[in-house]
């Protein structure tokens, strides 16, 4: 998994960026309607989350945690993909999707490219007292004390879904290779939890 980069901006346009990061230019998909296109030249860092499909590997890329916290929560509602996730984000800031949660309010999600009444509807009721474990700061997006294990567990138990493996496999090996001890970190976690796995596919 690759959790963050940091690198010369080499190119960007509406939704995306190229970083150079040790000889390589990396494509992020970033928020188009919430993140400023980009100066080549200039150094920038972003949390990532790496999604894995049969057909490609995409990075999503963030400039705050509380985005990348958010974004995790997002794509693990049924009927929300990475991209949906993404358009969420780009016309929502964290603290708005989360007073939206709290006030089961569905109307901001109608409003996104994509995002239908039903699943706008399903991501107020699938969120509900999940979001608060992010306790995001009401004056902003940074959060005040995120739960970047609960974050993580949603990443690469995403991570694993991609590679073929059904959403209950998933959080179940990702929570027993925790409880097991594994480092918290993307790769390492999803390593652990990979081992796990085909341990008992044998």
Partial sequence: MIASLRGE?????????VLGVGGVGMRVEVPSG??????????LFLHTSLVVREDSLTLYGFETEAELATFGFLIGVSGVGPRSGLGVLSELSP??????????????????????????????????????????????????AVAPDEALTEAVTEGLQGLGWSEGEAR?????????????TNAQLLRAALTLLQRGRR
């Fill in 34 to 43: 919430r993140m400023a296109q980009r100066t080549p030249g200039e150094q």
């Fill in 172 to 184: 179940q090996a990702v929570l027993d290779a925790r409880d097991a001890g594994a480092e918290m």
């Fill in 95 to 144: 603290s708005e999707i989360v007073r939206a949660v709290t006030a089961e309010d569905d109307k901001p999600f109608r409003k996104v490219s994509g995002i239908g009444p039903k699943t706008a509807k399903l991501i107020t009721v699938s969120l509900a007292g999940k979001l608060s474990a992010l306790a995001i700061a009401e004056a902003g997006d940074e959060p005040a």
């Fill in 9 to 17: 901006v080499l190119a960007s346009g509406a939704g995306w960026v």
